[in-house]
């Protein structure tokens, strides 16, 4: 598994930047409720209220296992993370606790707690809209000094992003390889929106990533079948 390495150094730089370089013009916008949600394997959650949404404040622990998780490479089945191996100990051990459990955009939709749902393209730029995004239907980085609202508990908003990377499908020759990458450099997380304008043989969706020490959102598309970290929404009734 790439890059643990780096997690616990970067932590420490970010934290020194995340006080300063925030727009001056963002909005200070604070939780008005918060509360917790408990998921079907027992996993409970905090959240907050940010306008008339509720989001939860870390990644979800459920979903199909990571470790173990299969794919197909074209002329046998792999494993995502091989059960047993030292990165499967890795995963356990000091990913999980941190980061959650990466899913598939299928597997999320399916282990959203009653009630809630992973969240629509939609849902992401009203909360981005609500911290003072002014763009959000531009695609790539956009939002200067938003990223920092979403990423810090420590922000008015207490979202606390967190940047545990994610698998993606990747092509070499032929053969189809999916690797857990960028661990505390970039968080990504999923959007339930598939967008149709992609005439490909696999589903791409809309995801939102953040990046270490960079204040601008990231909007754009991947497959499907990438192993993202995921949050849950709620309207506020």
């Known amino acids: ?34 509360g917790t949600v408990t998921d079907d394997q027992g996993n409970t959650y905090e959240w ?15 979903g199909t296992d990571i470790i173990g998780a299969e794919y197909y490479n074209n002329f046998d089945w792999r494993y995502v993370i091989e059960p047993g191996s030292d990165e499967a100990e890795e995963f356990e051990n000091d990913y999980r606790p941190k980061y959650g ?18 969240p629509t393209d939609e849902d992401w730029q009203k ?7 002014k763009n959000t239907d531009a695609n ?3 939002g200067e000094g938003v990223a920092y609202s979403l990423i810090s508990k420590d922000s008015e908003s207490e979202l606390g992003l967190d940047f545990g990377g994610g698998c993606f ?3 070499n020759f032929g053969w189809i390889e999916i690797n857990l990458d960028y661990v505390g450099e970039h968080g990504y997380y999923w959007t339930s929106t598939i967008d149709d304008t992609y ?18 959102v ?12 995921v949050r849950w929404v709620k309207d506020v009734n």
């Open 1 to 34: 598994m790439k890059k643990f390495i780096y997690i616990a150094i970067l932590s420490i730089v970010f934290s020194g930047f995340v006080a300063c370089d925030n727009d001056d013009d963002l909005p200070n916008v604070s939780p008005s409720e918060r």
């Open 48 to 62: 907050v209220r940010i306008g008339d949404q509720m989001w939860t404040t870390s990644n979800a622990q459920n």
């Open 101 to 118: 459990n990466p899913m598939t955009l299928e597997d999320a939709i399916a282990s959203a707690p009653e009630g809630w749902r992973v």
């Open 127 to 133: 909360l981005e809209k609500t911290l003072g995004m």
């Open 140 to 142: 790539g980085f956009r």
């Open 169 to 171: 499908p990747i092509i």
């Open 199 to 216: 005439q490909e043989d696999y589903p791409m969706a809309y995801y939102r990533r953040v990046t270490v020490n960079y204040g601008k």
């Open 218 to 229: 990231s909007r754009a598309c991947m497959r499907a079948d990438s192993y993202l970290s």
